[in-house]
């Protein structure tokens, strides 16, 4: 029984071996060529409002056709309202602990996590070689 398992064993690494060494890939779809060469292209539509809910889950969501709205940053309130100054206003900011690095760039062999206010951080980031990798606060999303 040994015998035949193992005689099985070393047929399937020759046969596995073999069409690895044997097989010409470029006849495979896609090999070759640029990433993304056999999809569809699609124009993305530009608009510089925000459409009405119907027609941007109609023609938008529901269709999976990409829309780009410029400048719809901007006719957010966020856009305007948060500021260092108001994120620092909210009561909660002093109390609530986030996990900042020392570093602009993701780090995390270093160690040098440690917890602060979002308060602190929020007056101090802009001077201080830190960053928050905490996800967003509830109290302001």
């Known amino acids: 029984m040994a015998s035949a398992v193992a ?9 596995k071996h073999s ?9 495979f779809p896609g090999h070759l060529e640029p990433l993304g060469a056999k999809h569809n292209k699609n124009s993305v539509k530009t608009l510089m409002a925000f459409p009405e809910p119907r027609e941007f889950f109609q023609n938008f969501a529901s269709a999976g056709s990409p829309l780009l709205i410029k400048g719809g940053a901007r006719l957010s309130p966020a856009f305007t309202k948060w500021t260092d100054k108001y994120f620092v206003s909210i009561p909660e900011s002093e ?22 206010s979002l308060k602190q951080f929020v007056e101090n980031y ?16």
């Not at 005689?7 to 046969?15: I, K, N, R």
């Not at 069409?19 to 006849?27: A, E, F, L, R």
């Not at 020392?102 to 917890?115: L, V």
């Not at 802009?126 to 999303?141: A, H, L, N, T, W």
Request: proline share 5%.
């Open 126 to 141: 802009r001077e201080q070689d830190v960053y928050m990798v905490s996800g967003v606060p509830k109290f302001i999303q």
């Open 95 to 116: 109390s609530f602990s986030i996990d900042v690095e020392k570093g602009k760039k993701e780090n995390r062999t270093k160690g040098d996590m440690r917890r602060i």
């Open 7 to 15: 005689m099985a064993f070393f047929l399937f690494l020759g046969l």
């Open 19 to 27: 069409v690895c060494i044997n097989d010409d890939p470029s006849p």
